[in-house]
């Protein structure tokens, strides 16, 4: 039956011709759905993957981000990623010249750094400084070293405790000390963190050696939260160098023993006898010469360099001014953003020196030191002096005589000159004659008293005589 139809069809011209114009529009109908069917899958794709960007180019005043954009990429430096840098400062005037000295060295691109500032409760003048130094900061001829935005906020939370060394370290203080702080990084931190940020960098002012390099060697370990190691120099006699920051540690079974024996508002702090908790501190895990690259799992941090994904204040971690799990501000950041899920990490072979600032006993030391140093300069300067007299009243004069005899005697002729000198006394003067009778007198007066002779000093004269006698010309 199908060969009877192809005959049929083949037989036939006109037939032919239909069949070849049905065929024709057959494959054009067939070529426009499949056409169509691409061009719906096309449209059914992209709509699936690509998140719907609204256009606000027309509508005045909206600002629109697509915060996917802004999640911190490890290589950030090469992405174009924005970092916000938040500093909070106290009476920091003497440290600011320093710190915009290793800012500006920094290698991070400036023009993607924000720098954001919190004043606060300062007795000297921070404003000032920090003003006169964004200036020069930003006056640079260099395009590529001016920094992004930069913001200034002051606001006094009150802070009763003293910026002294010792004032801030006594253990009494802390717990206050840690709250006011993680309030003021607070304020500091949801006014400073713009949509456009995928970083934030908490850097303290009082910092001393940073590497340049500091932004991308933190941020090339793609952690949610990371932290250096911090130590500090300390003058010779206190032995050099020693870990500073005692905030970064990993939990231990004694930290949470003791802080189940706390009260709701205690607020931990390492370093002090009063808490013991064993826990293993990053400041303590530091090989010199160890790989800068090695990572350790932390559970709180010390505020003195922290990097972080803007991510994580995104989603609501922040500094407990609480007791957050019997800590507060920064070392309960640490805890509550593990808590949160994120990773908080430090390095324990890679370091920032923090200055050296001595306590109370280091300047009573340091004052007995400076006493003893001027004692003893009072002393080396006594010692000076008689040394002098001494020199002066007591001069050998022995070489001298040495010298002046040979000068003494040179125009002496050789040949006159005997072994046995002799004196010629006949022109003595009749002064000197009734001087040797009045001598004569006045001894035998002495001598029929019986009193001490005069000394007569011959080997002074037979001196004089020996010395001409070996006096050799040719010697002179
Ligand atoms: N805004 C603000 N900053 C503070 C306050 N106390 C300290 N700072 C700053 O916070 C940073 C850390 O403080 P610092 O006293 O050096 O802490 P320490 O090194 O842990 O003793 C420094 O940049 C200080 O200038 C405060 O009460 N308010
Ligand atoms: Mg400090």
């Known amino acids: ?43 059914l794709v992209n709509t699936s993957t690509r998140i719907y960007t609204p256009d606000f ?14 999640k911190g990429n490890k290589n950030g430096w090469q992405m174009g990623d924005r970092i916000v840098f938040c500093v909070p400062l106290r009476d920091a005037a ?27 409760d300062s007795k000297d003048d921070t404003m000032g400084v920090l ?78 050696v940073i590497p340049d ?16 190691n911090v130590w500090r120099p300390l003058p010779e006699w206190l032995g050099h160098i020693q870990p500073y920051d005692l905030n970064s540690w990993k939990e231990s079974g004694g930290g949470i023993q003791l802080a189940n024996t706390l009260s709701d508002d205690a607020v931990i702090v390492e370093g ?39 991510r994580v204040f995104r989603a609501g971690s922040h500094f407990p001014a609480f007791s957050f799990e019997k800590h507060a501000e920064t070392e309960a950041f640490g805890k509550l953003s593990r808590r949160m899920k994120y990773n908080v990490v430090g390095l324990p ?3 920032v020196w923090h200055i050296y600032e001595p306590s109370s006993d280091d300047l009573k030391h340091m004052e007995w030191l400076a006493e003893e140093e001027q004692k003893r300069l009072e002393e080396s300067k006594i010692r000076e002096f008689y040394d002098k007299i001494w020199e002066i009243g007591f001069e050998d004069v022995r070489d001298k005589w040495s010298e002046d005899r040979m000068q003494v005697l040179k125009n002496v002729d050789p040949n006159k000159l005997g072994r046995n000198v002799f ?54």
């Open 1 to 43: 039956m199908c060969k009877s139809i192809f005959k049929l069809l083949s037989g036939n011209p006109n037939t032919q011709k239909r069949t070849t114009n049905s065929s024709i529009s057959l494959i054009s109908i067939l070529g426009s759905i499949f056409s169509l069917l691409l061009l719906v899958r096309i449209i």
């Open 213 to 228: 390099t500091i932004m991308e060697d933190l941020m090339h370990h793609d952690k949610d939260i990371i932290v250096p």
């Open 94 to 120: 003497e440290h600011l010249p320093r710190f915009f000295r290793l800012l500006n060295n920094m290698t991070y691109p400036h023009n993607w750094i924000d720098l954001t500032f919190l004043v606060s």
């Open 57 to 70: 180019k027309n509508t005045p005043g909206v600002e629109y981000y697509d915060l996917q954009n802004y």
């Open 272 to 310: 002090y006898p009063e808490y013991a908790t064993w826990r293993p501190h990053l400041a303590y895990m530091r090989d010199p010469s160890g790989d800068p690259e090695v990572e350790m799992e932390l559970d709180g941090i010390g505020g003195v360099s922290i990097l972080s994904k803007a």
């Open 349 to 351: 072979n890679y370091v």
């Open 423 to 476: 004196v010629d006394w006949s022109d003595t003067d009749e002064d000197y004659e009734q001087d040797e009778e009045n001598l004569a007198t006045e001894s035998n007066s002495k001598d029929a008293n019986n009193e001490e002779a005069p000394v007569f000093v011959p080997e002074i004269l037979g001196e004089d005589a020996k010395l001409k006698a070996d006096f050799n010309p040719d010697e002179v």
């Open 131 to 208: 003003l006169d130094n964004l200036k020069s900061l930003q006056s640079n001829k260099d395009k590529t070293k001016i920094f992004g935005n930069i913001e200034i906020f002051e606001k006094d939370f009150g802070q009763i405790i003293g910026q002294s060394f010792s004032d801030r370290h006594g253990f009494a203080a802390q717990g206050p000390r840690r709250k006011l702080m993680a309030r003021a990084r607070n304020w500091l931190g949801s006014v400073a963190l713009k949509p456009y940020h995928s970083w934030v960098y908490w850097r303290d002012v009082d910092v001393e």
